[in-house]
């Protein structure tokens, strides 16, 4: 088990995570993946979702480990017309 931290990227900025969590290597993906689907639920009670983010998990030392995309993320279903 390691502690990986799980930073949120908008372009050029970054909004850091100071704790961490303590997690196995196999699960940082699906993490990566819920903490990004939680912060697009959240940005839709707002009315608002900006797909141009990312989560980016870094282990203790600051190596980037994993990525993923706020527009990978999700499937959007359009309406048939």
């Known amino acids: ?3 990986y931290f799980f930073h949120l990227r908008n372009g050029e ?3 850091l995570d100071p704790e961490g969590r303590r997690l196995e290597p196999g699960s940082i ?3 990566a ?3 990004a689907r ?3 639920a959240a940005d839709c009670q707002m009315g608002e979702v900006d797909l141009n983010q990312n989560i980016e998990v870094e282990d203790s ?3 980037l480990v ?3 995309s706020f527009a990978d993320a999700i499937s959007i ?3 048939h017309r």
């Open 1 to 3: 088990m390691g502690t």
């Open 13 to 15: 900025d970054v909004l």
């Open 29 to 31: 993906a699906a993490a």
């Open 33 to 35: 993946l819920s903490e």
């Open 38 to 40: 939680s912060i697009m």
């Open 61 to 63: 030392a600051g190596q």
């Open 66 to 68: 994993h990525r993923v």
């Open 77 to 79: 279903i359009r309406p």
